[in-house]
């Protein structure tokens, strides 16, 4: 047998070092430190406190009520109002999405210094009446934070821009259903800020980016059991 020359050991020692490393998981990605930043969650759920004033204005149901489950439900999630938010000059979206008898959920993206981030939140059950008054039940079951990819920030800009998002009214001004779900959509750039709520709508363009921001959430949402809607 002929003897294993060093050209030949150092071969198999390059083969056994590159076979050790790709039976390893490649570790995960660092977070992004800016996603730490936190903004003012208001110590009440006056829709004032979430809402520019007046907001609802055509729309008397939302104005007079459920502004007011719209802003207890996002306090309810220690999330903050988008008023600090567009002080703060971040750009950033949410979706908050209530639904009548499942857990209601928010999901925020928005971009920092060092690149973007997200934050998905679900409450543990649906608020309840007793003798048609409110009690305060529902509380924070879900809470997760991560980096979020260039690519699927690209990719929501991309569904909010053929939403035509921004020039869309507040409110569509259509009869609302005793159940459903409200989908309420924010944006902030700058100190430019908007707001679209629309009731359990069923297809286009404004539904397909507030679902992508649930698709990036990871929360789980089963459509076969009813809980998309």
């Known amino acids: 047998m002929k003897p294993i020359t060093p050209s ?23 977070p992004i430190s800016c996603c730490a930043s936190t903004f003012t969650v208001p110590t009440n759920n006056q829709p004032a406190s979430y809402f520019p004033a007046g907001i609802f204005h055509t729309d008397e149901v939302r104005e007079k009520g459920l502004a007011t489950w ?27 999405w209530l639904r009548s008898f499942h857990p209601g959920i928010a999901v925020r993206i928005w ?17 309840s009446y007793v003798d048609g008054k409110f ?26 821009d053929r939403s035509y998002f921004w020039s869309l009214p507040t409110v569509d001004g259509g009869p609302m259903a005793n159940d459903g779900a409200e989908w309420l959509l924010e944006g902030a750039i700058g100190s430019k800020y ?19 921001l649930l698709k990036l959430s990871e929360l789980k949402v089963d459509a076969s059991k009813g809980e998309l809607y």
């Open 194 to 212: 908007h707001l679209v709520d629309r009731q359990s709508p069923q297809t286009g363009d404004y539904r397909d980016a507030c679902l992508y």
């Open 70 to 96: 719209y802003s207890r439900s996002l306090q309810e999630m220690a999330e903050p109002s988008f008023q600090s938010i567009v002080a703060a000059k971040v750009e950033s979206y949410r979706f908050l």
């Open 111 to 127: 971009k920092c210094s060092l690149g973007y981030c997200l934050t998905a939140k679900q409450l543990d059950s649906v608020d």
């Open 8 to 30: 030949i050991t150092l071969s198999l020692v390059i083969i056994a070092s590159v076979a050790a490393c790709s039976s390893h998981t490649a570790p995960a990605p660092e």
């Open 135 to 160: 009690v305060p039940s529902a509380k924070l079951a879900v809470n997760n934070s991560r980096p979020l990819s260039a690519d699927d920030w690209d990719r929501f800009l991309s569904l909010l």
